[in-house]
C-alpha cells in the first residue's frame, strides 16, 4: 500500500480518547509485516528502509539512509521496540520503550541518524505531533523523541507514527529526512 490520505485513515491510531491521550506503548509503532518499506527523502535524495523478512516475531531490516547503510533485527519485547545493527554497534538497542508518556526518559546507544555508538539521552516531548511531509499531507498524531548526545551537541527529534514506524528526524538545521512513500508490506507473523 502506498503512502495516501486512505492509507493514513487505514493505518493511523484513531484521535486520541480521554484514556489513551496520556500514555503510548512502544509496540504501536512497529510494523510487523516483511516487505513493508519506507522511502525517505533525504535532502536532494532518497532513502529506503525495508523489512526483508519477518519471522518468529522478529524483522530482518535493510537500512540504506545516505551515508548510512547495512542490516538490522527488530523486535518487540514486553512492549518495547528493540534493534540490534552494526550500525549501532551490535547493541540491542530500544527505539521505543514499552510505556510512554510526555517526560518518559531512557539512555541507549544513539541513533543511526547520529552515527549510533556514542551515547544518547532520549525523552518523548510530544504524544500528539504532526509532521508535514513532502507530499503535502500532515501526519497527525506523532509521538516525538528529543535525542541529546550525553558528550553534548546538537539534538535531533525523531517522529513516529503508530502502525506506520518512523515517519521524519529533524535536526538543528532542519529536516534531516521525511517520509515521502510507506507501503505496508504483506502478511504479519510467519513461522
Avoid at 83 to 101: D, F, N, T
Avoid at 137 to 148: D, P, R, Y
Avoid at 155 to 166: D, E, M, R, S
Wanted: hydrophobic share 35%; charged share 20%; proline share 5%.
Amino acid at each position: 500500500m502506498s503512502l495516501s490520505c486512505a492509507a493514513f485513515a487505514q493505518t493511523a491510531r484513531p484521535p486520541p480518547s480521554a484514556t489513551s491521550e496520556s500514555s503510548r506503548l512502544g509496540a504501536e509503532y512497529f510494523v510487523q509485516r516483511g516487505g513493508a518499506a519506507w522511502t525517505y527523502q533525504l535532502g536532494k535524495g532518497k532513502g529506503r528502509v525495508t523489512i526483508v523478512s519477518f519471522i518468529d516475531w522478529k524483522a530482518q531490516v535493510s537500512i540504506s539512509l545516505g551515508k548510512q547503510s547495512g542490516n538490522a533485527t527488530w523486535r518487540v519485547k514486553e512492549g518495547a521496540w528493540l534493534e540490534r545493527s552494526g550500525l549501532r554497534g551490535e547493541h540491542e538497542a530500544i527505539i521505543l520503550p514499552a510505556a510512554m508518556s510526555r517526560g518518559t526518559r531512557w539512555h541507549d546507544v544513539a541513533s543511526i541518524e547520529r552515527g549510533g555508538y556514542k551515547p544518547s539521552a532520549f525523552e518523548v516531548v510530544a504524544l500528539e505531533a504532526q509532521v508535514e511531509l513532502p507530499t503535502g499531507m500532515t501526519v497527525e498524531h506523532c509521538l516525538a523523541v528529543l535525542e541529546t548526545p550525553d558528550a553534548g551537541g546538537d539534538a535531533y527529534t525523531h517522529y513516529y507514527a503508530p502502525n506506520i514506524g518512523k515517519v521524519a528526524v529533524q535536526g538543528p538545521e532542519g529536516w534531516v529526512y521525511r517520509l515521502v512513500e510507506f507501503r505496508g508490506g504483506g502478511k504479519g507473523h510467519s513461522e
